[in-house]
T-cell receptor, first 112, second 115 residues
């Protein structure tokens, strides 16, 4: 089982749609969580951190469920510019260090 | 967050040769990270580079193949040695944002094609 798993998609949605991505992680010691966005042929860029209480940034809402070990990203009112790959990222912190694990990403295409 | 300048942005290299990738950060950072992203795949950590000590390599990556330099707190290089077509990939450097709790900032990547 992969340490971080995402539905690879692609998700094809019309403009204005609401789309949700899920990500599961296998290590219960995971401590911090992020969603990154990666445009084609570009580097990943931090979209938002994910907090236990859930957090919202404009049209984007991230949630964490520690009991079920999954995080989600909800995009409301999709724009063409939201088309990208969304990477789920998990930080494991352990004695002596930490480890960052990237999911393989979920591709989103928003169409007019 | 830090700004990273990575170069070259792309290169096409002959097999058997080596390529050195550079990353310059606009602020001092303790750790720099080197990743590889193969087509259609996610990021895989190659090594962590600390200033003043040898880099720490992840399983499957060795110093002879991917030597790393970290001469100061703002600069690092990764060399891909004795390249083969299997090394064709995107190579990215990154640094932590505020101790890692705010994620990472990445360089713009180096797209390497080995022919």
């Amino acid at each position: 089982r992969k340490e971080v798993e995402q539905d690879p998609g692609p998700f094809n949605v019309p403009e204005g749609a609401t789309v949700a991505f899920n990500c599961t992680y296998s290590n219960s010691a995971s401590q911090s969580f992020f969603w990154y966005r990666q445009d084609c042929r570009k580097e990943p860029k931090l979209l938002m951190s994910v907090y236990s209480s859930g957090n919202e940034d404009g049209r984007f809402t991230a949630q964490l469920n520690r009991a079920s070990q999954y995080i989600s990203l909800l995009i409301r009112d999709s724009k063409l510019s939201d088309s990208a790959t969304y990477l789920c990222v998990v930080n494991l912190v352990f004695t002596g260090g930490f480890k960052t694990i990237f999911g393989a990403g979920t591709r989103l295409f928003v169409k007019a | 967050s830090a700004v990273i300048s990575q170069k070259p942005s792309r290169d096409i290299c002959q097999r058997g040769t080596s390529l050195t990738i550079q990353c310059q950060v606009d602020s001092q950072v303790t750790m720099m990270f080197w990743y590889r992203q193969q087509p259609g795949q996610s990021l895989t950590l190659i090594a962590t580079a600390n200033q003043g000590s040898e880099a720490t390599y992840e399983s499957g990556f060795v110093i002879d193949k991917f030597p790393i330099s970290r001469p100061n707190l703002t600069f690092s290089t990764l060399t891909v040695s004795n390249m083969s077509p299997e090394d064709s990939s995107i190579y990215l450097c990154s640094v932590e944002s505020r101790g890692g709790y705010y994620g990472y900032t990445f360089g713009s990547g180096t797209r390497l094609t080995v022919v």
